[in-house]
């Protein structure tokens, strides 16, 4: 069999691979030192653009130009960066099986890669309505987002459905990203969730009546309180109809299920400690395992500001555990510390004319401020989460630069507030003094 052996393998062709290999290189990796192993068969580059500008007809965002890091305002680390650099791009490679123990992982090929240190960066997989035995899942234009390829397929649907019907199943992130996606394309789209309301998990009810109202005032059909159960299809193998659990039918020609996700770290189960569904870490990324590092959706991690271990599903903290770990890793080798990883949590999503952020905690009391009348003009308005006395979290829609720096400081420092009636008059005023 083949082998290779690397000083360092980060294994896992996604943003984390990208920004832990910018990282590396800074801090002056040695050409044939570093290697990635992706089941990709392109360079790292910014998944969020996938559910956004991928999609739509004008302006539409192609590879090259959405590899990292130019999501956070860094260089374009096109192929030939890695080739320059002597970083080992090892693509379109899946990995089988990973030996912590002899530092050993084996491809589907039957290659060979040995290791002296391994980044985790293998992130998430969507889950499929197949893993829950959905009647017809297995029909053609049922599509997941995730990677580009997955993008490209919906990309060709739209275009061969001109003006047809979509049904969005799920009400998160890739729900409502994509329901605008596919709108500003001209399809006529329904979205269906079990939920009193979208993104549950973040928004509070009232946050939600703005978008489900802003929505609706763009065509968009909101069923909630219901899944889908069943998809029928055409002579041609394709879904014509969904079948949801109240009874009613909906025609479609594209179907889009985005119903979360979960880490991939079936690789290395029984050979790292696990927490909370992750492998677990401390606050440089290490693991339980010498010389196992794990980041980005793969990591449980000590979240510091709350004093409790968490899992972070986002861009903003793949890019940033990458770093950590990789400095972690090169001032270990130089003899040298570095401080550990302080997380402010950060969510943040654009679509249509919109634009939220998000930092920090989502429990507690609640205040809404501002205008959130989803016919407004302005549509600017926010709401604070209140524990203890103290804004532990700030939603922000709306907001210009200043005003989001503004939010993520109070989320920060967690000022203390006499009570919700001044936060409710002051509005956003409370956070632009902090």
């Known amino acids: 069999m083949a082998e290779k052996s690397f000083k360092y393998v980060i294994l896992g062709g996604g943003v984390s691979a990208g920004y832990a290999a910018r990282e590396f290189a800074r801090q002056g990796v040695k050409p044939g030192e570093l290697a990635i192993i992706s089941k990709e068969a392109v360079a790292p580059y910014e998944r969020p653009a996938l559910s956004k500008a991928y999609l739509f007809p004008e302006g539409t965002a192609r590879l090259p130009g959405f590899h990292v890091c130019v999501g956070s305002g860094g260089e374009r680390l096109l192929p030939e960066w890695y080739k320059e650099k002597g970083i080992e791009l090892i693509l379109s490679t899946e990995i089988v099986r990973a030996d912590i123990a002899s530092k050993t992982l084996l491809s589907a090929t039957g290659l060979i890669f040995k290791y002296q240190i391994l980044v985790i960066a293998t992130g998430s997989t969507v889950l499929r309505l197949t893993d829950f035995g959905v009647e017809g899942a297995d029909a053609k234009n049922i599509f997941y987002l995730r990677e580009i390829d997955d993008a490209d397929k919906l990309v060709e649907a739209i275009k061969a459905k001109k003006n047809g019907k979509a049904v969005v199943v799920g009400g998160g992130y890739i729900g409502l990203e994509l329901s605008a996606a596919l709108k500003i394309n001209n399809i006529d789209v329904s979205m269906v969730y079990p939920e009193p309301w979208c ?29 889908a159960v069943g998809f029928t299809t055409n ?48 606050d440089f990324f290490k693991t339980s395992a010498d010389d196992v590092y794990a980041v980005g959706d793969v990591a449980t991690f000590p979240m510091k500001l709350y004093r409790e271990m968490r899992r972070v599903e986002h861009v903003d903290h793949a890019r940033k555990s990458a770093e950590q770990a990789v400095k972690t890793i090169m001032a270990t080798e130089g003899g040298k510390t570095v401080t550990g990883y302080n997380y402010l949590p950060y969510f943040y999503s654009r679509a249509f004319d919109l634009s939220w952020q998000f930092y920090g905690d989502n429990v507690g009391d609640t205040v809404l401020f501002g205008d959130n ?8 308005f926010g709401t604070y ?10 939603f922000l829609e709306s907001g210009t630069p200043e005003e989001n720096k503004a939010i993520a400081k109070v989320a920060r420092v967690q000022p203390s507030v006499e009570s ?15």
Do not use: C
């Not at 509070?204 to 069923?223: Q, R």
């Not at 919700?420 to 902090?434: H, P, R, T, W």
């Open 420 to 434: 919700l009636d001044v936060l409710k008059n002051e509005g956003l005023s409370f956070a632009s003094k902090i």
């Open 373 to 380: 009348d989803p016919a407004s003009a302005t549509h600017k």
């Open 385 to 394: 989460w209140i524990k203890d006395g103290k804004v532990v979290g700030v």
């Open 235 to 282: 002579t041609d193998g394709e879904v014509k109809e969904v079948k949801l659990k109240d009874g009613r039918t909906l025609e479609a020609d594209i179907v889009v299920v985005g119903v979360g996700g979960r880490p991939l770290i079936s690789l290395f189960k029984g050979q790292v400690a696990e927490n909370k569904g992750g492998i677990k870490t401390d």
């Open 199 to 227: 993104m549950p998990r973040l928004f509070t009810a009232d946050i939600a009546a703005f978008y489900e109202g802003y929505y609706a005032n763009k065509g968009i059909k909101i069923i909630k309180g219901t899944v």
